[in-house]
């Protein structure tokens, strides 16, 4: 069994992937991190200077090439976007279970305002943050709706080791 983490930015995909690894003791990826190290930049920087489609590129090999090694006991962390593309989609299917973290926007918006640096697609508007979240739920919320196999609500989650134990119930991994 593997586990994929999908959902929108600021909904504790990396840290609740981490704790899940911590505690199940399988291996932990995250999609953002291993384009970064492969890069040899961060995020805002492949964005400023190679632009959003050549990202969106990086994260379809990325998976493919995942999803062709087959492995198991495997926790994937994706990015927000990650799931959009359907070929990502279809990818992210073939790698394991689809767990959607549901926030609401609110609860969004605190966990992402001390970091939008580090998140080119909000911090591009800042005059209307929650605007832009509300907007963005929107569009996607339907797409992760459609490929997730479980769906898990985590607004009310008051850290990482709570949406991990949630998550672990639904799985029977508790
Ligand atoms: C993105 C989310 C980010 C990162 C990139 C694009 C998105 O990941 O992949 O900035 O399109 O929602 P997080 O969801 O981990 O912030």
């Given amino acids: 069994m593997n586990i994929v983490l999908v959902g929108f930015m600021g909904t504790g995909k990396s840290a609740v992937g981490r704790v ?15 384009i970064e190290r492969a890069a040899g930049k961060t995020i805002p920087q492949i964005f400023a200077e190679d632009g ?35 070929e990502n989609a279809a990818l992210l299917k073939r790698i394991g279970t689809v767990v959607w973290l549901r926030v609401a926007p609110e609860a969004i918006w605190g966990r992402v305002a001390h970091s939008l ?35 898990l609500e985590t607004s009310d989650c008051a850290n990482s080791e709570e949406g991990a134990a949630r998550l672990m119930e639904r799985l029977k991994l508790a």
Avoid at 20 to 34: F, I, K, P, S
Avoid at 57 to 86: D, K, N
Avoid at 122 to 139: K, M, T
């Fill in 20 to 34: 899940l690894a911590r505690r199940t003791g399988w291996r932990h990826l995250d999609t953002d991190a291993e």
């Fill in 52 to 86: 959003e489609a050549a990202f969106r590129e990086q994260e379809t090999a990325f998976l493919a090439s995942l999803a062709e090694a087959q492995s198991a006991e495997l926790i994937l962390s994706t990015g927000g976007g990650t799931p959009l593309r359907a």
């Fill in 117 to 151: 640096h580090e998140r080119p697609l909000l911090a591009a508007h800042q005059a209307d943050p929650l605007g832009r979240i509300e907007s963005f739920l929107a569009q996607r919320e339907p797409q992760y709706a459609a490929l997730a196999d479980i769906v």
